[in-house]
């Protein structure tokens, strides 16, 4: 498994933007598709947006679909969660995922990522 540190949560304002860094401990980080899920309070984590390996493909919830845009940095061993006109329903804890098998385009569940970080809060005030 790889190591996963999250940064870059905080307390918005709606319509506000944010941006979410996760770094992996991982040498190999371009053999990882990464994912973004988010936890709110009393519900199950969900998916985000998901990048494969190459950053060729990216995958949205429909619910951040134009407002939100995930990157990586191979180099850097980094991926970026983007989020711009922030709503209320955005708050919560955001995760970043890693897996190295698969396919990124069929990994939408949690269960399909291995590696966690820790989480970092996000807030929207409206």
């Known amino acids: 498994q790889v190591q996963l540190v999250e940064s870059g949560g905080g307390l918005v304002q709606a319509g506000d933007s944010l941006r979410l860094s996760c770094t992996a401990s991982e040498r190999t980080f371009s053999n990882y598709i990464m994912g973004w899920f988010r936890q709110a309070p009393g519900k199950e984590r969900e998916f985000v947006a998901s990048i494969n390996r190459s950053a060729g493909s990216t995958y949205y919830a429909d619910s951040v679909k134009g407002r939100f845009t995930i990157s990586r940095d191979n180099t850097k061993g980094t991926v970026y969660l983007q989020m711009n006109s922030l709503k209320p329903e955005d708050t919560a804890v955001y995760y970043c995922?890693?897996?190295?098998?698969?396919?990124?385009?069929?990994?939408?569940?949690?269960?399909?990522?291995?590696?966690w970080g820790q989480g970092t809060q996000v807030t929207v005030s409206s």
């Open positions: 995922a890693a897996e190295r098998l698969g396919i990124a385009a069929t990994l939408k569940n949690p269960a399909d990522f291995r590696s």
